[in-house]
Each structure stands twice: as structure tokens, then as C-alpha cells.
């Protein structure tokens, strides 16, 4: 898959594991609760399971593309709901540093330009996210998440007509409560680890497809990915 593609394959539902936590907050709320931020610097491997194969209509020759792990930078707020262990959830996902071979606008190559081109367009989700294991349950440990999303990112597919277009995105998520061990009134105490399993639903290539031009998918896209960072709180603890 190439760099382009990684901020929509894997990126949003790691607003979700802020979701996971705030589920398991005992304090009730008519319509929804106040919301919280937070900024997640994260590390993300596409092709989990190995990639797709493809065949070039130029030479004939069928590859199978690779992994690739870049750094993602989210942004995500999430609310609690009336409704026990849901919440709701928001985010911008960016990849300062991921590439691709060709401008999407300008349609320049990297090799005419003399230097790597930025696929740096944010993304954007929004969805619902159930607790599965609240970290009541691990003694404040761990706690274990359910995502669905609306991921709206870059088109993928040779039938889209808009430059983004909007895709199913389900995870598991998992985060660990690294610093738990801190006084329970400082930011520090706060900062989780954590870890999605995402698969994007819809959207994706599938075998047949050409995209781009010239490449044809020989199978379907492989959509899942994993993704691992920190989750570094900016509002207050919801009460």
C-alpha cells in the first residue's frame, strides 16, 4: 500500500480508547457529557497480516506491497452518554512524514520534483465507542474498547468521484494505565498506552481495481493495521 493510503487505513480509531475510559465514568449525564481532549502521538504498521499483490499493466510484474510504520499525530475529543459504557468520539488524524510517489493535486512525481512528496491531508472520524473491560474491572490497570467509526479520508477506489470519500472503520483498542502508580491529582496520572487493532470495513481496493492508474490490485486491499503511542491528556478529568 503506498504512503498515501496509510492515513485513511489506519489512523482514526485511535480517538477511541479515550472513549473506552471515559465509558466507565459513574457520573450520569442527560444528553452528554463534557468532552475531553486529548493529543496522541502514535506510532502506526500497516499491512498487519502482509499486503495486497499488484500487478503493473506496464511490465506485468505482480509485487506484493509492503508494510510501513510512520508517526501519526491525532488529535480527539470524546464525550460520555446517557447510556452506560458508550460514548461518542471525534478526531483529526495527520502523518507529518509519510510519502508518496505523486503530487495528488498537481499529479508531479517525486522524481520530477527531485524530492519525496508529503502525504500529509489530515483525515477526519467520528463514531461510537462501547467499553468492553472498564479498568474497574482490571483495578484500574487496563481497559478493552469496541470502536465504529465514519472515517472520512482519501478516495481509494477507481468508482469514488470525490477526492475524500467516507468509509466503516471498526477497532479494538486496548490501553494501559502506565502511571497509575502516580498521585491520583496530577496530569502525569492521567497518560495511558495504547493499542488499536483497526480495520478499515469499506472503501478500500478491491481485486480488479485499478488504482492509480497503470496498477491493478491482483486481491483485495489488506486493512488492518496496528497502532501504538501515548495519550497525553489537555482537559481537565470529566466529573
Not at 500487478?55 to 464525550?79: C, H, K, M, W
Amino acid at each position: 500500500m503506498s504512503p498515501r493510503w496509510t492515513a485513511f487505513v489506519v489512523v482514526p480509531c485511535i480517538a477511541a480508547q479515550l472513549c473506552g475510559a471515559q465509558a466507565a465514568h459513574p457520573h450520569p449525564c442527560r444528553v452528554l457529557c463534557a468532552p475531553s481532549v486529548a493529543v496522541m502521538p502514535a506510532v502506526i504498521r500497516t499491512h498487519l497480516f502482509g499486503g495486497p499483490r499488484v500487478r503493473s499493466l506496464a511490465t506485468g510484474a505482480v509485487d506484493r506491497l509492503p508494510g510501513s510504520s510512520n508517526f501519526e499525530l491525532i488529535v480527539a475529543v470524546s464525550a460520555r452518554t446517557p447510556v452506560p459504557r458508550l460514548s461518542l468520539f471525534g478526531s483529526v488524524q495527520w502523518l507529518p512524514n509519510a510519502t508518496e510517489q505523486r503530487n495528488p493535486f498537481t499529479l508531479y512525481t517525486a522524481s520530477e520534483l527531485g524530492e519525496p512528496v508529503k502525504a500529509n491531508a489530515p483525515t477526519v472520524t467520528m463514531g461510537a465507542s462501547a467499553a468492553v473491560v472498564p479498568a474497574a474491572m482490571t483495578q484500574g490497570l487496563v481497559d478493552l474498547a469496541a470502536n465504529v467509526g465514519d472515517l472520512y479520508s482519501q478516495a481509494a477506489r477507481p468508482t469514488d468521484k470525490s477526492a475524500y470519500t467516507h468509509k466503516l472503520d471498526l477497532a479494538l483498542l486496548a490501553h494501559l494505565h502506565a502511571f497509575a502508580w502516580t498521585p491520583p491529582a496530577t496530569w502525569l496520572h492521567r497518560v495511558t498506552v495504547f493499542s488499536i487493532l483497526d480495520y478499515v470495513a469499506t472503501g478500500l481496493p478491491k481485486a480488479g481495481d485499478e488504482v492509480p492508474v497503470g496498477r491493478v490490485f491482483e486481491t483485495d486491499a489488506r486493512p488492518t493495521s496496528l497502532i501504538v503511542g501515548l495519550s497525553l491528556p489537555v482537559t481537565s478529568p470529566a466529573r
